[in-house]
């Protein structure tokens, strides 16, 4: 009877190029997405605290600085053209 159970193991072929760079290539993708993913719940940008730190002490500043900003925007819309008939 133990003659006739074969304990060897199995012939598994050797993975192709193709096979190889497709596996690292799903790891690198997963290791790019878990880092996208780290840097949205972890929020590292030292300008967007500078910005909540100037808000509550400065707010008429920030006021005016928004305003010409809108003006600007109108100087650079085109005017109508008037069209005059004469008749």
Do not use: W
């Not at 993975?15 to 760079?21: A, I």
């Not at 719940?41 to 967007?48: E, L, R």
Request: aromatic share 4%; glycine share 4%; charged share 30%.
């Amino acid at each position: 009877m133990s003659g006739d159970l074969d304990l060897s193991p199995p012939e598994v072929p050797e993975p192709t190029l193709f096979e190889n760079l497709l596996r690292y290539g799903l790891f690198l993708g997963a290791i790019f997405q878990l880092v996208c993913i780290l840097a949205i719940i972890i929020p590292t940008s030292k300008s967007h605290e500078q910005e909540e730190t100037a808000e509550p002490s400065d707010t008429k500043g920030s006021e005016q600085s928004k305003k010409p900003k809108a003006a600007i925007q109108q100087m650079r819309q085109k005017p109508k053209k008037e069209s005059k008939k004469k008749r």
